[in-house]
């Protein structure tokens, strides 16, 4: 593992909490129904949260040398979070939004493994803590669809 090789696992990351900002504004603009009290604060919690991160893994992948990507394209031609289709009801949004942020926290731990093969413990450590939040995401989300 190199140290590009690295980086260019943060940059996908990094196009993962962009293209998942959009969605959870899109959820907390357009989410309605019994739920929309709690959904629309939640969403947007989560889209706050989202600008930190996005600002903390681009900010680190400079700190290591690297570029951090910056345009739409780059961002949702890297992603493996898929854009909100906008037909989504309430406990589809939910539900959508628990399979992304498990498939950030699988693929984080993916980006520790790396960071641990270039010995740069501050990127383990970051994305370690940012799994950990998102596990527990994972599992609100879980609870509130009753799963």
């Keep these: 593992m190199s140290n590009q090789q690295l980086i260019n696992k943060m940059n996908h990351q990094l196009s993962n909490w962009n293209v998942l900002n959009t969605k959870l504004h899109h959820y907390h603009w357009y989410v309605s129904g019994p739920s929309f009290f709690t959904l629309h604060e939640k969403f947007e919690g989560f889209y706050n949260e989202a600008a930190t991160n996005i600002d903390d893994i ?12 910056a345009t739409l394209k780059e961002y949702l031609d890297d992603s493996s979070i898929k854009e909100a289709s906008g037909n989504e009801d309430a406990n589809e949004m939910v539900a959508e939004l628990s399979k992304d942020f498990a498939l950030i926290s699988e693929e984080s731990y993916v980006l520790v493994q790396a960071a641990g093969e ?24 879980n609870a509130f669809l009753g799963k």
């Design 118 to 141: 270039v010995d740069d413990e501050a990127t383990a450590d970051m994305f370690i803590a940012l799994k950990s939040s998102i596990e527990q995401h994972v599992w609100m989300l």
């Design 58 to 69: 681009a900010e680190r992948i400079l700190t290591i040398g690297g570029k951090p990507v």
